[in-house]
């Protein structure tokens, strides 16, 4: 019984020295903004019209519009396909194969 209780009562204290390492991790993350968003990239945004350019400043041409078109796909003849099933059964073949001799190997001795 007695045992029972240390366990309980290191366990409380293992918890409460988690809960503080937390709250100063936090207190530090918010404290210094600088450091909490450093890993945020900044946000870029259109730059500044130059000030020199800015009487013969043009409009910029409109960018060119390409249209979407699907390409199609290509069936396989049938003669290829007819090719890849003898190749796909040995391949089947070999794996039983290499199996059987797996499990060969593996048995316990009578």
Known sequence: MRQ????????IGILA???????????????????AVAHVPPV???GAPDPVNTA??????????????????EQ???????RQAPVAQQNQDALARL??????RHRPPH
Do not use: F, K, N
């Open 17 to 35: 020295l988690c809960g503080v390492a937390i709250a100063v991790a936090l207190s530090d993350y918010v404290s210094h903004p600088a450091v």
């Open 44 to 46: 870029v945004g259109p």
């Open 99 to 104: 199996l059987q001799e797996l499990q060969r």
């Open 56 to 73: 013969q400043a043009e409009a910029p041409p409109p960018m060119p519009q390409t249209p979407v078109t699907a390409v199609p796909v």
């Open 4 to 11: 029972l209780r240390l366990a309980i009562l290191a366990g």
């Open 76 to 82: 396989a003849p049938a003669a290829q396909a007819q």
